[in-house]
């Protein structure tokens, strides 16, 4: 892979101050990168430092300490050099309710001024794409949660993105509706080759989209990555992968419950899980 | 394609009849209470002097010559273009400020004390403040009108501009949209229900205080004709003029009604007023 990477972390920490003054360190010399048309997925439990990471990634929070690069860019002080560059899936849908789906679909296309008939076309594309094809006038109120998860992930691609950031996508589904709209999404990302980070809580689901998964401990620190594809050459079944990373959980679990509740700093402990790259607080 | 033409335009029609009539149904209890009250009128109207209870046909006459004589008329238009230009005045003054307000935080700190402060002053005291101040009446009721209804509008449109849900604006944020573009597509959309309620509460502050102001400082108006009719123990004309800007307000909240329904056309059923 040549170039640099679109999506890069090189020792990034942010720190939060409770009301009693005493800090809380969200993220603490986080480092990873995301190579071009890599589809990678951060797993962790919940206070972790995912959606600090995400938000960080969106250019809404500004790191304290290092370097955040989207596209070779600052997201946060270049935030407008990368509009139209990132498309999101957030966890609720966040569908404007005033707005129809077509006229949602169209959102991004909006904000990058695009002639009205031309984003109609676009936005009316997408949605047949996502298979909503019939429910252009439709407000968000009128769609159910996966229809509405659907018309979220047509936003995302409507503006051609070169990265898409998905925010636990599918945890506000119930399982069959997020097994179908993962699938179609694996099939659209695969189709357009765009480069992909996801956030999410399932270790199945990680390890059904990613090429490689990113294990996240607290204090925002990365534990270990597990590369599903490298490990599917070497043999491994999908149920083997999905162990090393919940060994990987397992660890930082153990790590945070030391350190008391993350307000400690970060760990320095090696996992030593096979097939696991040991991060710990050196980055890539 | 002339036949498809021609056929759309009844099927219209039609629906616009249903919801006309949908409209009037729901209105049915004011109607009934309506009639009740105008029962026992005429049934008092018996039993009390004509000064103090005048028969329905009276009032009914006294309201007739209010519509079809232009020179009556012509006081209960100048009353609703006051309420009227005045409430546009002080719906672009307090958008203005509340905008400003809702956005940055030191704009409120200063001016929300302010029009607490404004709104707790009595509208009389306004309007006795304007008589003073302004020798010309249509500045004078201007004023009071601003100065009465503005501070609700902006202190409405603050509260709706700082609970705009966080989500859309970060989603404005994430698609890297800018300021301008957050403001007309998240911020002036999500104010729009906030927005139509002040309207509403404006409204009816606005006529009442109209009326006070043209009572006191006009030779013009509503107000005017009803300090007339008390002059003269005219209770029929009192209540006729009083009927006819009653009607004048449901003309306004009609509009604002209408107005509504289709810029919150996007709301579930339910939630709609």
């Given amino acids: ?284 | 394609m002339a036949s498809n033409t021609t056929s759309t335009h009844p099927s219209g029609r039609i629906k616009f009849i249903g919801e006309l009539g949908a409209a009037l149904r729901a209105q049915q209890p004011l109607f009934v209470g309506l009639c009740v009250i105008a029962v026992l009128w005429q049934v008092s109207t018996y039993f009390l002097p004509r000064i103090i209870a005048p028969p329905l046909q009276e009032i009914g006459v006294a309201m007739w010559q209010i519509f079809s004589d232009y020179q009556q008329f012509v006081h209960l238009l100048t009353t609703g273009l006051r309420v009227f230009v005045a409430l546009i005045v002080s719906f672009i003054v307090g958008s203005i400020l509340g905008i400003a307000m809702g956005t940055f935080d030191e704009v409120s700190k200063y001016a929300k004390p302010l029009l607490h402060f404004i709104q707790g002053i009595p509208a009389l005291s306004w309007v006795v403040f304007a008589v003073i101040w302004f020798a010309n009446v249509e500045l004078r009721i201007g004023f009071i009108l601003l100065i009465v209804t503005m501070p609700a509008f902006a202190l409405y449109i603050d509260g709706a501009v700082r609970s705009v849900n966080l989500d859309f604006v970060h989603l404005g944020q994430a698609f890297r949209a800018n300021w301008t573009q957050r403001f007309r597509m998240i911020t002036i959309p999500a104010i729009v229900p906030e927005v139509m309620s002040a309207w509403v509460v404006n409204l009816g502050a606005g006529v009442r205080v109209a009326m006070v102001a043209e009572l006191i400082g006009s030779t013009t108006g509503v107000g005017f004709q009803l300090l007339n009719a008390q002059a003269l123990f005219d209770m029929a004309g009192a209540i006729a003029w009083t009927l006819s800007l009653v009607a004048l307000l449901s003309v306004y909240l009609g509009v604002i009604r209408f107005v509504e329904s289709r810029l919150l056309a996007w709301r579930p059923k339910g939630e709609r007023q």
């Fill in chain 1, 1 to 284: 892979m040549t170039g640099p990477a679109p999506i890069l972390f090189a020792n990034v920490s942010k720190t939060f101050f409770k009301h009693d003054g005493t800090p809380f360190f969200a993220c603490r010399e986080l480092s990873f990168e995301v190579k071009a048309r890599e589809i990678v997925a951060i797993v962790g439990e919940t206070g972790c430092g995912k959606s600090t990471s995400f938000n960080m990634l969106l250019g809404l929070q500004k790191p304290d300490v290092g370097d955040i690069q989207v596209l070779g860019l600052d997201p946060f002080s270049e935030s407008d050099a990368l509009r139209g560059q990132v498309g999101i899936i957030f966890q609720s849908d966040r569908l404007l309710p005033w707005r129809t789906t077509i006229e949602n679909i169209s959102f991004g296309l909006e904000v990058l001024n695009i002639p009205l008939t031309q984003r109609r076309q676009t936005a009316g594309k997408w949605l047949e794409r996502v298979g909503l094809k019939g429910f252009e006038d439709a407000y968000p109120h009128e769609l159910s949660g996966g229809m509405r998860q659907r018309v979220s992930i047509a936003r995302a691609f409507a503006i051609e993105p070169k990265i898409l950031y998905a925010d636990e996508a599918f945890t506000a589904l119930d399982e069959l509706t997020a097994e179908r709209i993962r699938k179609d999404l694996l099939e659209l990302i695969r189709e357009t080759a765009i480069t992909t980070l996801f956030i999410t809580h399932s270790v199945s689901e990680a390890v059904d989209i990613a090429q490689r998964v990113l294990v996240f401990g607290r204090p925002g620190c990365l534990i270990c990555e597990i590369n599903c594809e490298e490990n599917r050459a070497a043999g491994k079944s999908t149920h083997e992968i999905e162990q090393l990373i919940r060994q990987g959980l397992r660890v930082a679990h153990k790590t945070m419950s030391a350190e008391g509740a993350g307000e400690g700093v970060a760990t320095d402990e090696v996992v030593r899980a096979e097939g696991s790259t040991s991060k710990g607080r050196e980055p890539i």
